[in-house]
Structures are given as structure tokens and as C-alpha cells.
């Protein structure tokens, strides 16, 4: 499945704004800022992120053929996904371009890149990759799904 783009994003979050009672004249900048810092870091973390190794296997010692018999654990940031300062120089500067200005915004811009990272770090904690995963020549071939 691939990242929402930060459209889709951006209209759950006007929402989800709206439902909180989060309202103003800059509310739908920073509904459309944090969409694109959203989609930004989503797409970030899976082209970082990786499975742990030690994912239980079944191979044929001949052939190294075969398929994963157990769950894996995802890497989690930073290591496995974008740190909350890398999130928090993106977050500075979708804000400043979605027009919010301030003297606040260095501060939003580090609780969004925290935010992010622990979101991010609990995702990882609580999905595994799925068992199933078909091995030939002692690598795997086909990709993994989460649970």
C-alpha cells in the first residue's frame, strides 16, 4: 500500500481540527502543513525503515529454498526511520510554507518532529511483519506483509 499523498492527509486533517474545535483564520494552513510534513516522514520511514534480523525461518539446506515461519520486528528510528530532528527541520519548513508565521513556530516545529518520531517508534513497536515471506537461495524474494 502506498503513502497517502498530502491531500488525503490534509482532508482528515481538517477534520479531525474541526472535531477538536481547532478553528481560526490558520487552521487550514496548518492542516494542509502538516499534511505535507505527514506524508513527507511516512514516505521517509518506508524507505528507511527494515526488518529486524532474526525472523524465524523454514530453508532446505540444499536448495535454500523456502518461506519465514514467524513474525518479524521492524527497525524503529532513528535508525529505521527519519530522527525527530530530521522531522523537525522538515516540519519547520512546511509551516513557514504553508504561510504560518510566528515565534512559536520553532517550537511547533519540534513537538510535531517528536510527535512524529514516537508515533513512528510506537507504529513499530506494536506491527510485526507477517510470516509467509517465500525464500529461494537463502535470501528472500517476495515481499513481507504487516500484522
Excluded at 517528536?114 to 517476495?142: D, K, N, R, Y
Amino acid at each position: 500500500m502506498p503513502v497517502p499523498n498530502a491531500s488525503q492527509i490534509e482532508s482528515l486533517g481538517k477534520r479531525a481540527m474541526q472535531g477538536a474545535g481547532l478553528t481560526g483564520e490558520d487552521a487550514p494552513k496548518l492542516a494542509k502543513a502538516m499534511a505535507e510534513l505527514f506524508n513527507q516522514v511516512l514516505t521517509m520511514f518506508c524507505s528507511m525503515t527494515q526488518v529486524l534480523p532474526g525472523m524465524p525461518a523454514v530453508v532446505d539446506p540444499t536448495s535454500g529454498s523456502g518461506s519465514t515461519t514467524g513474525p518479524g520486528l521492524l527497525l524503529p528510528p532513528p535508525a529505521g526511520g527519519p530522527a525527530a530532528s530530521q522531522i523537525e527541520a522538515i516540519a519547520n519548513s512546511t509551516l513557514r510554507d504553508a504561510g504560518l508565521e510566528g515565534e512559536a513556530i520553532p517550537a511547533l516545529a519540534k513537538v510535531l518532529g517528536s510527535a512524529c518520531e514516537v508515533g513512528l517508534s510506537l507504529f513499530c513497536a506494536q506491527v510485526m511483519v507477517a510470516p509467509g515471506i517465500t525464500i529461494a537461495g537463502f535470501t528472500t524474494v517476495a515481499p513481507g506483509r504487516l500484522m
